[in-house]
């Protein structure tokens, strides 16, 4: 029996700009096609060994259920990560574990504002913001940042004109995702300063801490939480870090105790994260130094040869990513929905065609973002060499 009442709600969830082309992807694979994945930060760099040991030797059996909280020793290997990067204060009763950064997003939009409210943010932005602000009932306001100026944040007065009655909170990605800006002490003691004046909370998105390149500094939430707990959420996510987008394992964190309460209530509803997962990644505090400094370092190559060899493409415009592994490329084509589809469908290189994610789902404006793409970088240099060479010839024909 075909059915014709899906709700409404249903029908206004957004599309992912990530996944949408995926049908394509697999068709073109089905030929025989090699697809370099450009359009997905899903990294090819090996989780830690003494994580995927964890998992060769797990015996226990049945798996149970995990606490509504997190797994006592795995958020003991939190508190020590944090406190380790000097934030001394950050205790357990701070952290909800969530199944993965993406619910930390959907229960901060859903303890902060009620159905109708704003959450302003800065576009191009996380996609998976649309998706959990319709699924909760929330307005996402876009304030424009533009790549001319690396994609950093506007004038307070720009910022602050998008402020009205319904507005609950200001959202930030940093480092960003889409964009690759990390933003200075400057921009984030802004938007502090704007979230004290309009009572707003503060939530940031900091999956990406750790990729920054170029001597920068990233300045983290946690900087400012102790001054003012009441407002500031930090949101948290071990899959870029450690290489485990497939163990979906988040963090919300925050000093204000309401906040914290809530979302456990959240939790209790969904019962637990995944068990193994929890138990892989309480081996955090066990992972070496020299496993990020040579990740770090693996990014910034990449980086390095995405940029250079993108910048050689005739009418491609981009800015030099600070951090994450993502950017914002400008192409010489109107429509860069249609490009992307052609790509997979039409176009091949040597048995071999890219898949990138058309940017105008990465906007709140419609119109914004139809001539531009977002690249992750996660692949290795050979690869991305390749995918540029794929990008150049294509362009060409298209």
């Known amino acids: 029996m075909k059915n014709t009442t899906v ?12 996944r949408k082309l995926v049908p394509y992807a697999m068709e073109a694979k089905r030929q025989g096609i090699k697809v370099l994945h450009l359009n997905i930060g899903d990294p090819d760099i090996k989780t ?9 030797k797990w015996t226990e059996n049945p798996i149970r259920y995990g606490q509504s ?31 993965g950064g993406s619910e930390a997003i959907s229960m901060a939009f859903f303890a902060v504002c009620q159905p109708g409210e704003e959450v302003i943010t800065f576009e191009p932005y996380y ?16 304030v424009l940042t533009k790549g ?11 910022i602050e004109e998008k402020i009205t009655k319904k507005t609950k909170a200001i959202i930030i990605c940093n480092p960003n995702n889409p964009t690759g800006t990390v933003y200075t002490r400057a921009e984030m003691e802004m938007l502090v300063s704007i979230c004290e004046k309009n009572n707003l909370f503060l939530i940031s998105d900091e999956v990406y801490r750790e990729f920054v390149y ?10 400012f939480m102790k001054k003012y707990p009441d407002k500031m959420i930090l949101l948290d996510s071990l899959s870029k870090r450690y290489s485990l987008c497939g163990a979906r394992l988040g963090m919300f964190v925050s000093l204000n105790e ?15 994260s995944g068990l193994i997962d929890q138990e892989m990644a309480s081996k955090l505090t066990q992972v070496k130094d020299s496993y990020f400094k040579e990740v770090h370092k693996e990014y910034q190559t990449r980086r390095d040869v995405l940029y250079n060899g993108l910048k050689s493409i005739p009418g491609v415009f981009l800015e030099k990513p600070e951090g994450a592994f993502y950017t914002i490329v400008k192409l010489p084509v109107t429509d860069t929905e249609d490009f992307c589809q052609w790509l997979l469908s039409k176009f091949v290189h040597e048995k071999t065609t890219i898949m990138i ?15 531009e793409v977002r690249i992750a970088y996660v692949l290795n240099t050979r690869d991305l060499e390749k995918a540029i060479e794929i990008l150049r010839r294509a362009l060409v024909e298209y």
């Open 148 to 158: 001319e100026t690396g994609f950093h944040l506007p004038e307070r007065q720009v």
């Open 48 to 56: 830690p060994d003494v994580m995927i040991d964890v998992l060769n």
């Open 7 to 18: 709700s409404k709600r249903l029908i206004s969830v957004p599309a992912s700009p990530i």
């Open 69 to 99: 909280q997190g797994e006592g020793k795995f958020i003991d290997a939190l508190v020590s990560y944090y406190n380790g990067l000097g934030y001394g204060f950050v205790d357990a009763k701070n952290i909800q574990v969530t199944t």
């Open 127 to 142: 996609a998976n913001y649309n998706s959990y602000a319709t699924i909760n009932g929330v307005k996402i306001v876009p």
């Open 214 to 223: 170029d001597g920068k500094k990233h300045v983290s939430i946690l900087e």
């Open 258 to 272: 309401d906040l914290i309460a809530g979302v456990l209530r959240i939790a209790q509803g969904r019962l637990s």
């Open 357 to 371: 994610a058309p940017a105008a789902g990465f906007y709140g404006t419609k119109g914004r973002g139809k001539n």
